[in-house]
């Protein structure tokens, strides 16, 4: 039991019980500060895998910008003359079946595949690695996913205009 | 002339009244004296039918003449054989007589009725129908076939019916030519049945090939009894023609005719054929068959008789006379009197004739009244219709020195000797109690009628003697009653020529066990050659005819005379009073009056019978069987409500129901359209999660 | 406690992908459907990277991984302007409200 094993425990746990507040809470609120603490323990668990741009780059963009635009919604989609914003679940019954089925059969699936090669590649610092990629073989798709922003920008911006 | 040229010479006779006939029918529409050309033509018809007879008994008195003419031939008849019908003329001495007579009387009428039926509206059609008769009976006698006589015997039916029903505005009259042509059917029902047996067993029509055949042996069905089955049964086509027993109820009814056709029909022609077609058919006969047929003959004698004693009408008491002497005739056909019987035929002709056309110029002069009891005294009025009618009254009622005498005594001898041989003396009782009724009768009718003193004044003053072409025929008819024309000796006929040469009873070919048993033949007696002339049938019966000549001659002469004796005594001289002698015996009196009720007898038992039956059927046609249909009509009604109420209930409910079913599956699978993206989800996860499953592979 | 590898990363995943999925169905609000789906990106997201260390992929994984955050954030973006729409159109965001198209 090594402190690795501990760490991820805990960040293993701090973001499986968000995810389940954010599911399950009343208020949208809960939810979204919930949604704050599990994309936190994401980010550790990028950071357990070594990962540390990508850790980083979620907590900037995802908390820092897709929360507060989540936030944002929710403030503009309420009535908010009370602070309790209640909402609502239904069809909880055969969805829980439903999921929690589909649940079991992706567990059941995962651990009976031979997954290939448990090689542990380790690195010191992704950064330049990916900054690599990225003008090399992924230059492409780097240079589409600017477009999808440029996109994504001018749809946002005409949908939600008048 | 050749006999070729009298076969020629007969076919003309035969066809020259039916031209008389169109063209007296088509030419009398237009013009008023088409009757002309009918009178015309029967009197060139009479002239040939002399030349006929003078040719037949001078040169083939002994020989047959026919010829004949292939007319049908159904070819070959499977399981029948080969049927060809066959028709022709047969010319025997019967036959040339017979003719003579007819067209003689039928010639006399004819002019007669030239001044009687003056003034009739449908004057040139009376003539015309006179011709379509004498073709007709032409036809029965020149035949040589039961079928051509059959065609012919129907074709004289239809003749008399349109003459009888004249003057058919008279509902009367009308009903009287139904009644008679409806008797007459009746009768020819059963000759058509004998006919269609003489067809099947002998394969031919015609009466030499039968009489051929049945001599050979070969009878109908194999036996004798249908032999005389069939005898019978053409017979009575006989007794419908000749007015016998039980078919006689239309004579009387007949005189609603104009009396120039009672003459020539109802007396002395017509009613006649019945008696020439037994005549023709008398060699296939047997004993028992001529046994029947007498029996019928002398009750049709005895009863017409009777009834003439009490009727009032000149042409009842004539037509019953009819019916009577027609009785004697058939009677003395039955005893085998053969050539007497014929005699008769050809003498009654002639005095019948006469005393219709007697009492036809008294109705004429009377203004067309017909009771005696109006009458009285005529004969000062009408000479010479007087004495002519007495004449052929006297030849009725059979005295000597006229032909009727002699006839009559014949047949009368025929009975007398029938009972000699049989010992059956039914026949002469009837026979002479017979000839002192007619005696009685007709002097009673001639004593109320011309004697004595006019019942009716007025009538009595206008009446006078009646023209020429009336009294011609009178004159003619009651000369022809006499002896002279027939033998020379007033008192025996056997030695006359018309009996002895002209007029032979045929060989018979029924078989010798079927005949009566003096009709067997033998050979020729030597002791009688001497007398007689001819063997009739056998030696037994020529020598029983012989024998009782004289005693017949006696007593028939004198029941003649007591007869009129008693005629005068009531009617004359007024001795014994016959109204009283009439309550005293009342019944007797009513029946005889009454006509013995025949009339109203057939009227309840088989107009009624057929009356009743037919509403019965109606009955029976509007309850059961229209019940039925209308039943059955309720049943199908019944069925297709039942039918509609499964339609409307298990069939439509059967649609509605899967209808109903696939609205609510519909219904049901409605849910699942929520609307909602997340219901969606939910089943593609589902649908998912079955996938997966079916096709994991651990 | 089995030391920790690959298995529980991808257990973690799971996890998060099943609760992610049950939000997506089962939440009424518009928004809440949104922070479903962005746990389902983020729980791909892990087993981008969890496989791009257990797995020989090198650093393809974590490219991928970021590709994955880029579009997500593009995707939210568009959402919410939809979101905001529904919200002018229908004055209400619960999901289960729109359902013009039943039926």
């Known amino acids: 039991m090594t402190i690795y094993d501990i760490v991820f425990y805990l960040f293993a746990l701090v973001t499986i019980l968000s995810a389940y507040l954010v599911v399950t809470a009343r208020n949208i609120v809960y939810s979204a500060f919930s949604l704050l603490f599990t994309l936190f323990g994401i980010a550790g668990l990028y950071a357990l895998l070594g990962a540390d741009f990508v850790a980083v780059v979620q907590l900037i963009i995802y908390v820092g910008g897709i929360l507060i635009l989540m936030i944002f919604g929710v403030m503009l989609t309420n009535k908010i003359t009370n602070v309790q914003i209640k909402t609502g679940a239904w069809q909880v019954l055969p969805a829980t079946v439903g999921v929690g089925i589909f649940g079991g059969f992706l567990l059941a699936v995962l651990l009976n595949t031979n997954w290939l090669n448990l090689n542990v590649t380790d690195s010191p610092a992704t950064t330049f690695q990916l900054g690599q990629l990225l003008m090399n073989e992924w230059v492409l798709p780097f240079e589409l996913l600017g477009i999808v922003l440029l996109i994504a920008l001018l749809g946002a911006a005409s949908i939600a205009r008048k | ?698 | 406690m089995v030391t920790v590898g690959l298995y529980h990363f991808l257990f973690v995943s799971t996890i998060l992908f099943s609760l992610g999925i049950f939000a997506v169905v089962t939440r009424k609000n518009a928004i809440m459907v949104l922070m479903g789906i962005e746990l389902i990106l983020n729980s791909a997201n892990i087993n981008f990277v969890a496989f791009a260390r257990y797995g020989n992929f090198g650093f393809q994984g974590q490219l991928m991984a970021l590709f994955v955050i880029v579009l997500a954030a593009a995707e939210a973006a568009i959402a919410l302007a939809i979101v905001l729409n529904i919200y002018k159109v229908f004055s209400s965001v619960n999901v289960d409200e729109i359902d013009r198209l039943k039926e």
């Open chain 2, 1 to 698: 002339m050749s006999q070729e040229a009298l076969i020629n010479l007969s076919v003309i006779i035969l066809f020259l009244p039916l031209l008389g006939f169109v063209l007296t029918l088509f030419a009398g529409m237009k013009f008023k004296w088409a009757y002309l050309i009918e009178n015309a033509i029967i009197v060139i018809g009479f002239l040939l039918s002399v030349v006929l007879l003078y040719n037949k008994l001078s040169y083939y008195v002994e020989t047959n003449i026919t010829a004949e003419f292939s007319w049908i031939n159904f070819g070959v008849i499977p399981f029948f054989g080969e049927i060809v019908v066959k028709l022709g003329i047969m010319l025997d001495n019967v036959a040339v007589i017979m003719i003579f007579t007819v067209f003689l009387i039928s010639m006399v009428v004819h002019l007669f009725s030239i001044d009687y039926m003056k003034g009739d509206k449908r004057y040139n059609r009376y003539f015309a129908y006179l011709g379509i008769f004498t073709f007709s009976m032409s036809g029965i006698v020149f035949t040589h076939n039961v079928l051509m006589m059959y065609i012919f015997w129907e074709l004289v039916g239809l003749s008399s019916y349109l003459l009888i029903g004249f003057w058919f505005e008279k509902k009367s009259a009308s009903d009287a030519a139904k009644k008679a042509f409806i008797v007459n059917r009746i009768g020819d029902l059963g000759m058509f049945a004998g006919i269609l047996i003489l067809f099947t067993t002998y394969r031919t029509f015609s009466f030499q090939g039968i009489f051929d055949a049945v001599a050979a042996g070969h009878l109908p069905f194999n036996s004798e009894f249908w032999l005389t089955v069939t005898g019978l049964l053409l017979f009575c086509g006989a007794i419908g023609k000749s007015a016998q027993f039980p078919l006689h109820v239309w004579l009387p009814d007949a005189m609603e005719g104009p009396t120039p056709v009672s003459a020539l029909i109802h007396a002395a022609t017509m009613v006649a054929a019945g008696v020439y077609f037994v005549v023709r058919i008398f060699p296939i006969l047997s004993g028992d068959a001529l046994l029947v047929i007498a029996i019928i003959g002398a009750i049709s004698a005895f009863i017409p008789a009777t009834i003439a004693l009490t009727q009032n009408d000149i042409k009842r008491v004539l037509a019953y006379s009819t019916v009577s002497q027609l009785g004697y005739m058939i009677m003395a056909l039955g005893v085998g009197a053969y050539v007497f019987a014929f005699f008769h035929l050809i003498t009654h002709a002639f005095f019948k004739a006469c005393l219709f056309l007697g009492s036809g110029s008294v109705i004429h002069s009377m203004h067309h009244e017909q009771d005696i009891q109006n009458m009285g005294g005529l004969r000062k009025k009408m000479p010479i219709t007087y004495i002519t009618f007495l004449v052929a009254s006297l030849a009725l009622s059979g005295i000597p020195f006229t032909s009727g005498f002699l006839s009559k005594d014949g047949i009368l001898a025929g009975t007398l000797a029938f009972t000699s041989l049989t010992g059956n003396w039914f026949f002469p009782l009837i026979g002479f109690s017979v000839a002192l009724l007619t005696a009685f009768y007709m002097f009673r009718l001639i004593i109320l009628t011309f004697h004595g003193n006019p019942k009716n004044k007025e009538k009595y003053d206008h009446a006078h003697e009646s023209p020429f072409l009336m009294i011609m025929p009178l004159v003619l008819l009651s000369g022809l009653s006499i002896f002279l024309w027939y033998t020379p000796n007033p008192f025996n006929a056997d030695s006359g020529w018309v009996l002895s040469k002209w007029v032979k009873a045929p060989a018979i070919s029924v078989p010798e066990s079927a005949r009566y048993s003096f009709m067997v033949e033998e050979p020729k007696d030597e002791s009688i050659i001497n007398q007689v002339e001819e063997v009739t049938f056998s030696n037994e019966y020529t020598h029983a005819m012989h024998s009782v000549h004289v005693p017949t001659m006696i007593l028939s002469a004198l029941l003649a005379g007591l007869g009129i004796l008693f005629a005068f005594m009531f009617y004359q001289w007024k001795k014994i009073d016959p109204d009283k002698l009439a309550a005293k015996v009342k019944p007797l009196y009513n029946l005889s009056y009454n006509k013995w009720y025949f009339d109203e007898f057939y009227n309840t038992v088989f107009v009624g019978g057929v009356l009743a039956f037919s509403n019965f059927l109606r009955w029976f046609d509007n309850t059961i069987i229209d019940g039925i249909v209308n039943g059955s009509a309720s049943v199908t009604r019944g069925i297709s409500r039942l039918s509609r109420k499964f339609d409307d209930g298990v069939v439509d409910g059967l649609v509605n129901s899967t209808a109903y079913f696939s609205g609510f599956v519909g219904l049901l699978f409605r849910k699942f359209q929520t609307g909602k993206v997340q219901t969606y989800i939910v089943l593609v996860i589902f649908s998912l999660l079955i996938l997966l499953f079916l096709f994991k592979s651990f």
